[in-house]
């Protein structure tokens, strides 16, 4: 499966963004879509996760703040980021992932390229 992101960009702290992802073909009925992040310095993290019967999982660092859903006969998977902090400030990149051993130990199946978040102070 293919993934492609779409709605980075630069916010002031404090604003939102919603980013968008759309997969290439279906995904199994037993894994995740997600999104993860990543920076130069810091190792990539996983921020949400969807399951395929809607259910949701977030990091602590975005809980209350980001929203994880999906349109699954548009193979589309959103993350609407309120409430933005520069530290947020990283690459985003949508996968499917497995959460077989949990939330804090994912498996990424398949990754895009990713898209930009900025978030200035």
């Known amino acids: 499966v293919q993934l492609e992101e779409f709605g980075g960009g630069s916010v002031q702290a404090g604003g939102s963004l919603t980013l968008s992802c759309t997969a290439s073909a279906d995904i199994r009925s037993d894994s995740y879509m997600g999104w993860y992040r990543r920076t130069s310095v810091k190792p990539r993290e996983l921020v949400a996760t969807i399951s395929s019967d809607g259910s949701t999982m977030y990091a602590d660092s975005v809980k209350g703040r980001f929203t994880i859903s999906r349109d699954s006969a548009k193979r589309t998977v959103l993350l609407r980021m309120d409430d933005l902090k520069p530290e947020d400030t990283a690459s985003y990149h949508c996968?499917?992932?497995?959460?077989?051993?949990?939330?804090?130990?994912?498996?990424?199946?398949?990754w895009g390229q990713g898209t930009q978040v900025t978030v200035s102070s």
């Open positions: 996968a499917v992932v497995r959460l077989d051993y949990g939330f804090a130990l994912p498996g990424y199946q398949a």
